[in-house]
């Protein structure tokens, strides 16, 4: 596991683990009210001592709302690629591990459904189920899942040509047990690699969501919206749209960073 | 706070606030030349008729003129028509028209093209915003070519009024509905030569216009929503024009002496709503309570960085049946959680959904604020931001809503205002307000002609809107023009409504 | 042959789903587009008969036949909301996404390319480190940050570049690609980065095959093993990757040409879905799922043309 001791690990580990500790402390040190409480003597402040990263156009405290914007971003992130592994893993399996007409037509449909730019995809669930926190969850993890579907299709095909799958197969293990014994657990770590990456694409799917309006609502801290807010005062107040843009930034660096650890470590083509 | 301040600097329309740094009066016009204006939306269907928003209308009040309009005291003067005579009844309106106006199509304007034009809006087919205009309306005649009668069924004391807004007055040229939603056709000062999509109108003078060719030779109307954007085109000097000014850029824009501003309101009024079909809202304790929370100065301040003024009525400053006595409530915390307590609502019992619109982005940061005062006041508000058709779908049309917020542009006319907002069977009434005494009211101020006495029943409309907290009226939004130096005539520019904006005596110094 | 046809059917049925995907999942959005027309102006009557005249009424059955008819036949039917034909509109506002993304994809070519093959030349030195971390950077910023940045640092601070806006190519070339740039800029640092990683790892994998270390052991220069011999064969895997791209780029423009105001495909899919104008949703993300498909039968078949080894199925 000599990847695990990489300066690249080490730097992804702790960005991941970084925004992952902010994202479960902040709410209890910072109280949510934070978040949205206004001073109208004080908008559009720069940074000071008072007010560390300064204060956005309604006078709240950027600090408090990036910070918090950490739980709903992670929370999202998590929870969308939730819904893609729940509704996708399953998908691949059948279609890789039977094969035949069952998988040409679910990776025809699936085919079609990639041909759709994800984000174009979420964007457009979103307005069809009308933007808040749990739809916009839905949208993302809908659509991820034909992504995840394919390649969990592909490790499922490779895994199902292996020789000790076939002798098992011919012994007469039945689809049930073979999928969990042999399928699964060869699968996994292209699964974990894939969830480390594809929790990346959620973190900035929420925040393009949010940034045009259809993704989680105001006054919520999400970097997302405040970037969108922020539009408005670039040029007299560029930290509105650093400092959420550099959390963002931070955060995908590091999921990016532990998914190439790990596709090192873990995924047996890569080596 | 800053309100003595603000109103040093800004004026009711009729006497809009020019900041126009060193520049002499009394100049002769130079014809010629292309302005280039950044307009803050954009622009939809086209068709005068079919058309609801502020942003199309602006546009196209170039392009068409209507059979009557107002003067800046909001009375109604003829356009189109050389005179007009209401009967004693009120019961017959003949219209004289003016001979020899031209149609952009070259053909002339006749009675044919008047009947034509009313019977389209008229027509439910054709989905007009304004047909009920002529819902009162038993026949037009056309006993010559430049001469019209329009008949009643029953007086209609807002008649003449409603003409005076292209909507429903405006006169195309007969047979030419089909066409209009694309390249609109009429005897306005400027022809439209034609849009690319989202990005630019353009419109060329109309040289044989009846009230003397524009100036202006040619307007580009490039469409620009981006508030900061709109403001570097013209700071660079790809546009000699913008409206809609970013509220918390104004002050700075008025400091820069290369830049001309131009500041007026009301652009539009903005209000609080409550759905009353809910029984939480049903009690005007609740209602009052909400009110309460709310400083409308500060809230003005920090959604609109000031650019506005507070007011309690929603009738134009300069509208004869603007009731001045009333005034919003201030603002008192303590009070609103005792009313609410008292309704039966302790705090941290209460949670509310407050639906705004991202059509006005201030309206979401006022979401923001106002729902931050519910917190103080034990109430748990969350918002939800719609896009603007989620929102016409789901507050205008199905009713489904709790608390919301709009404007209203354009809308001076005091039966169109009273009626179409607060009687139970108006069209604006999303609210699903009914008071049957203001049903009353406004259906005696309708059929009541003398105009003081019609006013007067206004004011009492106005009187319990205000006191029952039907909805919390917040205030009148200001309008703002932002021009390089060489824009002349600006003073001519904003339309008595408002919202609209009139290029025919802008002209630009060599 | 015999391979183009089956791809060629296999294409058919996924242009024949995508249509029905795109007409199912619009066909659930809520409001309608007689609404968006009126505004707040409207009332129940007039809202009833603009719906009438705008032929809102019938049933979906039909509506799909009508569609799918329409598409085939190229009456791409009319805008509900702007009342013009949806044909000419999206040709128009392609053209000015297509300006983007092909200078999106040639600045990241032309970066990502030396970039990519100088790291893997100097695999685990400071140059491969350095070159692999920006590329890991810019991976790890959402495109609209970077388009933020951007518009701060040519246009708010410097003043170079237009900030927002399109101009017509066939107007003022000058000024239309003044105007893309940024866009542009914004799209191609990502897909930069990406491809960067992508050239990287394929030239490592080259760089160690025996042929590579027969032409060095031949003497011939280092310049022409690493450029000529290396480069021809990590090309084919770099370019695939570019062409799976696209998808990435039509579903970013939506983003972007809303921060920048640049009124090409991505604004008008986004005003459509936002002023639910059903024909034009339909159309522009049919159109959208077509081109990405496309693209990617292209880099399949160059793929295959390029690589010889590559063989029937």
């Known amino acids: 596991m000599r ?68 739980q709903t971003s992670l929370m999202i992130a998590v929870s969308a690629v939730g819904i893609s592994i729940a509704l996708g893993l399953p998908l691949g399996i059948v279609s890789g591990y039977f094969g035949g007409r069952i998988d040409n037509a679910l990776m025809r449909v699936i085919d079609a459904l990639l041909a759709f730019p994800a984000l174009l995809l979420a964007l457009t669930i979103s307005a069809v189920l009308g933007p808040n926190l749990q739809n916009t969850i839905i949208a993302i993890g809908v659509a991820f899942t034909p992504f995840l579907a394919r390649i969990v299709r592909g490790e499922a ?93 931070i955060t995908i660096l590091g999921l990016n960073l532990l998914g190439d650890v790990l596709r090192d470590a873990l995924d047996p083509r890569s080596r | 706070m800053k309100r003595r301040e603000f109103l040093a600097t800004t004026t009711a329309l009729g006497a809009l606030t020019l900041v126009t740094p060193g520049r002499l009066l009394a100049e002769t016009p130079v014809a010629g030349g292309t302005l280039v204006w950044g307009h803050s939306e954009t622009t939809q269907n086209l068709d005068m008729h079919q058309t ?76 007009a915003t304004n047909f009920e205009v002529f819902n009162d309306v038993a026949g037009i005649e056309t006993p010559d070519e430049l001469t019209v009668i329009v008949r009643m069924t029953r ?113 539009n009024f903005d209000f609080l709503n409550f759905n009353h079909d809910l029984e939480l809202f049903q009690d005007a304790r609740v209602r009052r309570a909400f009110d309460l929370m709310i400083d409308k100065e500060m809230l003005l301040q920090g959604a609109l960085w000031g650019q506005g003024e507070t007011t309690a009525s929603a009738s134009f400053p300069n509208d004869a049946a603007r009731n001045t006595d009333i005034t919003q409530r201030g603002q008192d915390i303590a009070a609103a959680r005792a009313l609410l307590s008292e309704a039966g609502h302790p705090p941290g019992s209460l949670n509310v959904v407050f639906k705004v619109t991202t059509n006005y982005p201030y309206h979401v940061e006022s979401a923001q604020i106002i729902a931050e005062w519910a917190r103080e006041a034990g109430v748990n508000m969350t918002i939800e931001q719609l896009t603007w058709a989620d929102w016409l779908s789901q507050v205008w049309v199905d009713r489904d809503f709790q608390m919301t917020m709009m404007n209203f542009f354009t809308i001076w006319e005091p039966d169109r205002l009273y009626f179409s907002l607060w009687h139970s069977t108006g069209g604006f009434n ?7 005494e203001i049903d009353a009211l406004a259906e005696e101020a309708r059929g009541t002609i003398d105009a003081d006495a019609r006013n007067a029943l206004y004011r009492r409309i106005q009187d319990m809107v205000s006191e029952e907290a039907l909805d919390v009226i917040l205030w009148f939004r200001n309008g703002s023009i932002g021009a390089r130096s060489e824009v002349a005539g600006l003073d001519t520019l904003v339309h008595p409504n408002g919202s609209n904006l009139n290029f025919h005596k802008v002209w630009l110094r060599s | ?78 805008s509900l909301l702007f009342r013009e034909p949806i044909g000419p509109l999206i040709a128009q506002k392609a053209v000015a996404s297509g300006l983007i993304v092909v200078l999106a994809m040639s600045i990241a070519l032309a970066l990502a390319i030396p970039l990519g093959v100088w790291a893997a030349r100097h695999r685990d030195r400071w140059q491969d480190t350095s070159a692999s971390s920006a590329a890991l950077l810019g991976l790890s910023m959402p ?84 450029w000529g011999y290396g480069l021809r064969n990590a090309i084919g895997p770099v370019m695939t990757v570019a062409g799976l791209q696209v998808g990435y780029l039509f579903g970013s423009i939506i983003v972007i040409e809303s921060l920048f105001s640049y009124t090409g495909m991505g604004w008008l899919t986004y005003q459509a879905l936002l002023n639910r104008d059903i024909p034009l949703i339909q159309a ?30």
């Open chain 3, 1 to 78: 042959m015999a391979y183009l046809l089956t791809r060629l059917v296999s294409v058919a049925i996924t242009l024949a789903l995508i249509s029905v995907i795109t007409f199912a999942i619009t066909n659930v959005l809520p409001g309608d587009v007689a609404m968006m027309i009126m505004g707040t102006q409207s009332n129940p009557e007039a809202l009833e008969g603009l719906r009438r005249s705008l032929g809102l009424n019938d049933p979906l059955v039909v509506q799909y036949g009508r569609w799918v008819g329409g598409i085939l036949t190229g009456d791409w039917g009319t």
């Open chain 1, 3 to 70: 990847g695990f001791l990489s300066p690249k690990a080490v730097i992804g580990l702790t960005l991941v683990g970084g925004v992952v500790l902010v994202a479960l402390l902040a709410p209890l040190f910072i109280a949510p009210e934070r978040a949205t409480q206004m001073v109208m003597t004080a908008r559009l402040q720069p940074p000071s001592l008072a007010y560390p990263l300064g204060t956005d156009q309604l006078g709240r405290d950027l600090l408090a709302r990036v910070l918090l914007g950490a």
């Open chain 3, 284 to 313: 522009s993300i049919f159109v959208i799922a077509a081109v990405v498909m496309l693209a990617n039968l292209v880099v399949d078949i160059l793929y295959r043309v390029v690589d010889p080894r590559i063989r029937l199925g």
């Open chain 2, 52 to 127: 609801g928003t502020a942003s199309t209308s602006r546009v196209l009040q170039n392009i068409h003129n209507a059979l009557v309009t107002v003067n800046s005291d909001m009375e109604v003067v003829p356009q189109l028509a050389e005179s007009y005579e209401v009967s004693d009844d009120g019961l017959e309106y003949t219209f004289r028209l003016r001979a020899g106006v031209m149609f952009h199509d070259g053909s002339t304007l006749t009675s044919e093209d008047v009947k034509y034009s009313f019977e389209r809006c008229a027509d439910p087919e054709t989905g």
């Open chain 1, 157 to 249: 095909l490779r895994v199902v040509q292996m020789p000790y799958v076939e002798a098992a197969r011919a012994s007469g293990t039945r689809d049930g047990a073979m999928i969990v014994r042999h399928i699964l657990p060869n699968i996994m770590p292209a699964l974990i690699v894939q969830t480390t990456i594809s929790l990346a694409f959620a973190v900035l799917a929420e925040a393009a969501l949010s940034f045009l309006g259809l993704g989680t609502q105001p006054p919520m801290a999400s970097w997302g919206l405040m970037i969108q807010a922020s539009r408005q005062f670039l040029d007299i107040a560029p930290w509105t749209a650093l400092v959420p843009g550099a959390a963002l930034a």
């Open chain 2, 155 to 267: 007086p209609n004391a807002p008649f003449l009024a409603r003409l005076a807004e292209n909507g429903a007055g405006v006169v195309m040229p007969a047979g030419s509905g089909d066409i209009q939603g694309t390249t609109p056709v009429g005897a306005g000062p400027f022809r439209f030569i034609r849009r690319e999509f989202g990005n630019e109108v353009v419109l060329e003078r109309f040289d044989d216009y009846w009230d003397g060719p524009a100036h202006l030779e040619r307007i580009i109307a490039r469409e620009i929503t981006e508030p900061t954007v709109r403001l570097t085109g013209l700071r660079t000097g790809e546009l000699h024009m913008i409206n809609d000014i970013p509220a918390e850029r104004v002050a700075e824009v008025e400091g820069d002496a290369s830049l001309q501003v131009l500041t007026w309101f009301p652009l």
């Open chain 2, 430 to 436: 999303y609210r699903n307000i009914n008071v049957p």
């Open chain 3, 143 to 226: 495109d609209f940050f970077i388009g933020i940045m951007l518009i701060l640092l040519f246009a708010a601070s410097l003043g170079w570049l237009p900030s927002s806006g399109f101009v017509d190519p066939a107007q003022d070339f000058i000024a239309a690609v003044r105007h893309a740039l940024l866009p542009a800029l914004a799209l191609g640092l990502g897909l930069m980065a990406h491809l960067t990683r992508m050239t990287r790892s394929a030239m490592i994998g080259i760089l160690n095959q025996d042929f590579i270390r027969v032409a060095r052991a031949k003497g011939l220069p280092e310049r022409t093993v690493v």
